[in-house]
T-cell receptor, first 112, second 117 residues
Framework: QKEVEQDPGPLSVPEGAIVSLNCTYSNSAFQYFMWYRQYSRKGPELLMYTYSSGNKEDGRFTAQVDKSSKYISLFIRDSQPSDSATYLCAMSANTGGFKTIFGAGTRLFVKA | DVKVTQSSRYLVKRTGEKVFLECVQDMDHENMFWYRQDPGLGLRLIYFSYDVKMKEKGDIPEGYSVSREKKERFSLILESASTNQTSMYLC????????????????FGAGSRLTVL
């Protein structure tokens, strides 16, 4: 079993839709949860950062962490064609902070 | 603006060749990383370095070595390239410490796509 599971998609939605992207994980030691966005032929860039459980909102993006269920989500409101990218969840534990584990990434297409 | 530069975007090499992938960061970051990215497998850590001349194996170090002679530069070396090393290679860097500016937040380069024939 992988430490982090993420549905690779692709996920195709119409412009303006609410998008929900999710990851599950098995290591209860994870405390830092990140979402990275990767455009085609580019490297990933940090989109959201959350420590421990709870919600974090930044503009149209909301990250949720449920440590009891080992489940994290990224919501995109009013999705735009420019949101079309691959979204990677990532997480790490408090110890050995150099080891960030990534999900496989979900490919998102937002159609105009 | 924080920047990680990978010198080669696209490379084509032959089986058995020695391959060097270079990465330079200009943010004075302590930590540097090499990942490979393959469809369905996500990013897998090959090696990382938390200081000059220091290196640690990641999850898939076999067939690779690294060099960090200067703080800003981290090189990945494939001693004898094989076809199963065809992949996208991503270099990243981070500061030390915890929190949103620390070791858990990676800044990536644009990637080097390597094809081994």
């Amino acid at each position: 079993q992988k430490e982090v599971e993420q549905d690779p998609g692709p996920l195709s939605v119409p412009e303006g839709a609410i998008v929900s992207l999710n990851c599950t994980y098995s290591n209860s030691a994870f405390q830092y949860f990140m979402w990275y966005r990767q455009y085609s032929r580019k490297g990933p860039e940090l989109l959201m950062y959350t420590y421990s459980s709870g919600n974090k909102e930044d503009g149209r993006f909301t990250a949720q962490v449920d440590k009891s269920s080992k489940y994290i989500s990224l919501f995109i409101r009013d999705s735009q064609p420019s949101d079309s990218a691959t979204y990677l969840c990532a997480m790490s534990a408090n110890t050995g902070g150099f080891k960030t584990i990534f999900g496989a990434g979900t490919r998102l297409f937002v159609k105009a | 603006d924080v920047k990680v530069t990978q010198s080669s975007r696209y490379l084509v090499k032959r089986t058995g060749e020695k391959v060097f992938l270079e990465c330079v960061q200009d943010m004075d970051h302590e930590n540097m990383f090499w990942y490979r990215q393959d469809p369905g497998l996500g990013l897998r850590l090959i090696y990382f370095s938390y200081d000059v001349k220091m290196k640690e194996k990641g999850d898939i170090p076999e067939g690779y070595s690294v060099s960090r002679e200067k703080k800003e530069r981290f090189s990945l070396i494939l001693e004898s390239a094989s076809t199963n090393q065809t992949s996208m290679y991503l270099c990243a860097s981070s500061l030390s410490g915890q929190g949103p500016s620390g070791a858990n937040v990676l800044t990536f380069g644009a990637g080097s796509r390597l094809t081994v024939l």
